[in-house]
């Protein structure tokens, strides 16, 4: 690869920071939502999983396009819709394996790892099946040893998210160390993001991209998408205030 062709790009670190902030958020709904799903039984626990794996799913997924649109390049940039919607799927399953490991009575090796490397895939898959929405007049190159890099790093989030929320889960921690940790977990999961980005690079076409089923994420798009992201999150939080019980039963594996 001819590295004079490289397309340059940079970053707007605002909006970098703006999506740590949204993981930090995430992982912090995380840590409340697993002492509920725990406490629910039934089809209320059912519930619980779904409205949880959603909220911080989009969370997860929200943090990554306000990455993608941090990400400048000198060519315009526009995202398959039916891609970007089944990276949001792998990132709501991602969260759903997370907080169904956790809220179980107990976690033993073998759940930890399997949650974990399920979760770190869902976050992989996520990942790089949004970079494959991505439809411009450039062709990509990937750096194996910053893609490897990425998966350890998911990897090893993964497993400090589900230990961290294992142990917070019954509420006894004060808010602050929930606070602490969920800044950790929130500064952590977008590392696997700009590491992955970091492993990526374009070379022109002369070309034109296919853009059916493709739009330009715009600044007033992406907006929207945190918008929505703060308000389940929000929502998840009243919800929980609102419905927590006055004696919570653990419920059964």
């Known amino acids: 690869m001819d590295h004079s062709t490289i397309i340059t790009s940079t970053y707007d670190y605002r909006l970098v920071a703006l999506s740590v902030v949204i993981a930090i958020c995430a992982s912090y709904a995380a840590l ?43 060519v315009p940039v526009y995202y398959h819709i039916p891609t970007v919607a089944l990276s ?29 490397s399920l979760m770190a895939a869902g976050i992989c898959g996520m990942h790089y099946i949004g970079m494959d929405a991505m439809r411009l007049p450039a062709m990509h190159h990937w750096d194996t040893t910053f893609v490897a890099l990425s998966v350890v790093i998911a990897l090893v989030v993964s497993l400090a998210a589900l230990g961290l929320t294992f142990m ?14 969920s800044i950790i977990m929130g500064f952590a999961i977008p590392a696997m993001h700009y590491t992955a980005m970091a492993g990526v690079s374009y070379t022109p076409m002369t070309e034109a991209p296919d853009l059916t089923n493709a739009a330009d994420v715009s600044l007033l798009a992406n907006t929207a998408i945190v918008i929505v992201t703060f308000v389940i999150l929000a929502s998840v939080f009243l919800l929980q205030r609102w419905f927590a019980p006055q004696n919570p039963v653990p419920s059964e594996a």
């Open 168 to 181: 917070f889960r019954e509420d006894k921690p004060t808010k602050a160390a929930k606070i602490v940790c």
């Open 32 to 74: 409340e939502l697993a002492g509920r799903i725990t406490a629910a039984r039934n089809s209320q626990r059912l519930a619980w999983l779904l409205g949880g794996a959603i909220a911080m799913g989009t969370g997860i997924w929200s943090m990554h396009y306000t990455g993608m649109l941090a990400y400048h390049l000198s």
């Open 88 to 116: 949001l799927v792998a990132a709501i399953c991602a969260s759903f394996v997370a907080l169904y490991v956790v809220s179980r009575p107990r976690m033993d090796v073998f759940h930890v790892v399997a949650g974990s």
